[in-house]
């Protein structure tokens, strides 16, 4: 069976193990427990800082200490990350394009029974719109751990979009190549193209699965780095296979969605469904019922992709 | 201090008032109140106490300063300008389009600025971020922030004043520049932030309270500071919003209003003689 792992633990993880770095200091709000970055604070203590319940006084202390040669990764949940400190992020880290690192965890509905409060939909349409900064979205716990060591050797804000949910490991450690800005073609196709992001990336592989049985070809692709896009890979998609689907664990307004259809209608226009919240709030429940009743599943990827394949002249 | 090199502040300051006042013309927009009442309180930093490398920006052991009312650009320009981190010249093209002197401070584009600011309470988090990599690394260099008295009313303010003395950063002082005014009036009217040094001392400040522009009385209230171990020190200082151009003073008209031709020529002329004044004095 197929090892199940969170991505806020291989985050944690990461921190810990490529915290021999002493320029790597490491913030959070109150939540270093369910973010991860204990792991961290238990090896490096002294460069571990709480900042109590207080998220942009800590974005822009953030700031602050990486105009002193630090690399800062400051965590809490995505929506007080994204949200609640989004002008701190923008005028404090972005606009000096520092080397602050934001690790929010907690993203998509998949929190589960903390409810809508709490479950951050709109992250990525919110930092994908902020120049300079760089927005990625794991799949597994080994994309995390690259990300992680590409947000470090990045000079620049990096967001980290990351679950609480464990999810399949897709990828093996190995022999895993993770190139900022370059998405991931999982397995080639030429009816249909699924872009996916983050823990949508296995159900997609799931929907390439029940495609396939009924004889659609589907070429799957997983975009780790929203921003910057990789338009390549997805122009030459277009081209190739002539529909496309997204999915993502967000709204359908303005994330992995949005930023396809913007590289498809300026450069090479073709049918596209999307796979994702429908502009709503979530609510509480299990994260799997809840996947299940927003239509987050390998079988609305299916219809979806049968739809864009309809569509295409 | 001594004598010779109190009159050579006091001169300092009123250059840079004079810069101020011709920045914000030049531009025909930006803050000339709020930079006039802290003028005094950056002269004492830049000229007489920080620990900065004019040929070495960057200086990883230099004292770093944020000014944290951002909108006050003008008067840390000025001073950076006449301490040589670029050219005096360049001043007047504050606020152009194709200058590098952004409206707000931007550490990207402006040498010397070591924050860029603005978005008003983000500054002092950025400065304890400053204090908190000091402390990591074991280094010796201070860091210095002005706030404004209306900035208080943002609550980033408290939070970082609480992770201040939380973190016992007594290699940070900040200064109040308590001028009373903010664009909509009086503090006092729009939202009271009163009573200021009891909250900070409440926080966990070590507070002084002083005339923000008595050259003197600035300059020990930073020696206090350095020798004040385990806590951040809050140096409040009541100051004239406008302070030296006589319709400008206690004026909130004057936060964000740039002077036409002749109320430039008159602050000019008023700033002129009071630098006369210095010379014979």
Redesign the interface.
């Known amino acids: 069976m197929t090892q199940k792992i969170a991505t806020r633990e291989a985050y944690g993880s990461a921190l810990a193990e490529f915290g021999s770095d002493s320029r790597i200091?490491v913030l959070d709000a109150d939540l270093s427990k369910s973010t991860k970055t204990d792991t961290f604070k238990k090896k490096y203590p002294?460069?571990f800082?709480n900042?109590?319940i207080?998220e942009?006084?800590m974005?822009?202390?953030?700031?602050?200490?990486?105009?002193?040669?630090?690399v800062v990764f400051a965590s809490t949940f995505a929506i007080f990350a994204s949200e609640r400190s989004c002008?701190?992020i923008r005028?404090?880290a972005c606009?000096?394009?520092l080397n602050v690192k934001i690790g929010a965890t907690h993203a998509g509905i998949s929190v589960g029974e903390d409810g809508a409060s709490h479950q951050c939909i709109e992250d990525i349409a919110i930092m994908r719109a902020l120049p300079n900064m760089v927005v990625l979205s794991p799949a597994d716990a080994v994309e995390t751990r690259c990300a992680v060591k590409a947000a470090i050797e990045h000079d620049g804000p990096v967001y980290l979009r990351l679950g609480r949910l464990s999810v399949p490991v897709l990828y093996d450690e190995a022999s895993y190549r993770f190139e900022l800005g370059k998405g991931n073609m999982i397995s080639d196709g030429s009816d249909v193209t699924i872009i996916a992001t983050g823990l949508m990336v296995h159900t997609a592989v799931e929907a390439g699965k029940l495609l396939e049985q009924q004889g659609i070809k589907a070429r799957i692709i997983d975009i780790h780095t929203i921003k910057p896009i990789d338009s390549d890979i997805i122009i030459k998609a277009a081209k190739e296979t002539g529909a496309i689907v997204t999915a993502e664990e967000h709204n359908v307004v303005g994330g992995l969605g949005g930023a396809v259809a913007e590289v498809l209608v300026q450069n090479y226009p073709v049918p596209l469904k999307m796979v994702g919240i429908e502009d709503k709030f979530g609510k509480s429940g299990k994260p799997d019922k809840l996947m299940e009743m927003y239509g987050l599943t390998a079988e609305n990827i299916v219809q979806k992709a049968k739809q864009s394949i309809q569509m295409k002249k | 201090m001594e004598i010779h090199k109190l009159k050579e502040l006091k001169k300092q300051a009123v250059l840079i008032r004079k810069h101020i006042i011709d920045e914000v013309y030049s531009a025909a927009s930006g803050h000339p109140g709020g930079s006039l009442s802290c003028t005094d309180i950056l002269t004492a930093l830049y000229f007489n106490e920080m620990r900065v490398d004019v040929k070495n920006p960057q200086w990883e052991d230099r004292d770093r300063f944020v000014l944290s009312k951002g909108h006050c650009a003008p008067a840390l320009y000025a001073a950076l300008a006449e301490k040589g981190f670029f050219p005096k010249e360049d001043l007047v093209k504050f606020r152009s389009a194709d200058s590098y002197l952004e409206g707000h401070p931007s550490m990207r584009y402006v040498t010397g600025v070591d924050m860029s600011t603005g978005s008003l309470g983000q500054g002092i988090s950025a400065a304890v971020g400053m204090g908190i990599a000091g402390k990591l690394d074991n280094k010796d260099y201070r860091v210095y922030a002005i706030l404004g008295d209306g900035e208080l009313q943002e609550g980033q303010v408290w939070e970082a004043s609480m992770a201040a003395a939380h973190y016992k950063l007594d290699n940070l002082t900040a200064f109040l520049d308590h001028n009373g005014l903010q664009i909509d009036g009086n503090i006092t009217d729009v939202m009271s932030p009163e009573p200021v040094a009891n909250k900070f001392e409440a926080f966990g400040w070590n507070v002084i309270n002083i005339d923000g522009h008595d050259l003197t009385q600035i300059t020990e209230a930073i020696d206090k500071a350095k020798n004040t171990k385990g806590k951040p020190t809050m140096i409040v200082c009541a100051t004239v919003k406008g302070k030296g151009v006589s319709f400008m003073e206690n004026n909130a008209g004057w936060h964000g209003t740039a002077p036409n031709k002749e109320q430039r020529d008159q602050a000019i002329a008023e700033l002129n003689d009071i630098l006369s004044a210095l010379e014979v004095e």
């Open positions: 200091v002294e460069r800082i900042m109590g207080a942009g006084n974005m822009s202390t953030a700031a602050g200490i990486a105009t002193c040669g630090k002008e701190q005028n404090s606009y000096p394009k």
